[in-house]
């Protein structure tokens, strides 16, 4: 069977798809920051010295990392109001969700990171007189940040595609807006094939950007 493309009704409604992806933008934007720089201090107490810090640490990676977003992002909107009496909107309870989970996993590539320096960095830190925060501050972390820079980036990739689920609580985003034209103009083929089009375009020179750092960081461990 074939079928008759036809975008008209795409390009006609284009308003629609800009806003939502100034709604993308603007939740990728706060959820990368959040995941990512959250997910430093939780990487960081993954390899804290105090046995129950690092416990707790894990508990939060561990319920974040395996359990899905989309199921995340449903609970806060749905049950966070309900046990804490504070009322979530859909952009809060994506950005909870996204911010969350990437939180979870980018501790993991962090502590990676933090792992695959050399027990000799630390040694030498404390032979010259430097507490265990100064040594992680200024010989461990920029060591180690340097070399998941590139993993790092790669997640701030999927955080952005990720934005898509927020259309399950109705937040204003591009999938949203894609659903909206299909039911008003019976065109999910084209509406979607619309979004994966949107997303190609912003993502495809963000990723060759990461071919660059990850041969220029080559290049300079050389």
Do not use: C
Not at 61 to 80: D, G, H, M
Not at 206 to 214: A, F, P, R
Request: aromatic share 14%; hydrophobic share 55%.
């Amino acid at each position: 069977m074939g079928h008759a493309w036809d975008f008209a009704t795409i390009f006609q409604n284009w308003f629609a798809l800009w806003a939502g992806l100034k709604g993308t933008v603007f939740i990728f934007l706060i959820t990368v920051f959040l995941g990512l720089s959250g997910g430093l201090i939780v990487g960081i107490l993954r390899y804290a010295p105090s046995r129950w810090v690092n416990l707790a640490a894990r508990a939060f990676v561990e319920v974040f990392r395996n359990t899905p977003v989309l199921v995340q992002i449903i609970w806060f909107y749905y049950a966070f109001p309900i046990l804490t009496g504070i009322e979530t909107d859909p952009f809060l309870a994506a950005v909870l969700g996204i911010s969350l989970n990437t939180m979870a996993f980018s501790a993991e590539i962090y502590r990676a990171g933090i792992q695959s320096i050399d027990l000799g960095q630390w040694d030498a830190g404390k032979a010259i007189g430097m507490t265990y925060n100064q040594t992680l501050r200024r010989i461990i972390l920029p060591v180690a940040i340097k070399q998941v820079l590139p993993a790092l980036t790669n997640r701030g990739i999927e955080v952005f595609k990720m934005s898509t689920l927020a259309s399950v609580v109705g937040y204003v985003e591009t999938l949203n807006q894609a659903k909206l034209i299909a039911d008003l103009n019976f065109n999910p083929i084209e509406a979607y094939t619309g979004v994966a089009i949107i997303f190609f375009v912003v993502l495809y020179p963000v990723v060759q950007g990461t071919y660059v750092l990850e041969r220029i960081l080559r290049r300079g461990d050389q």
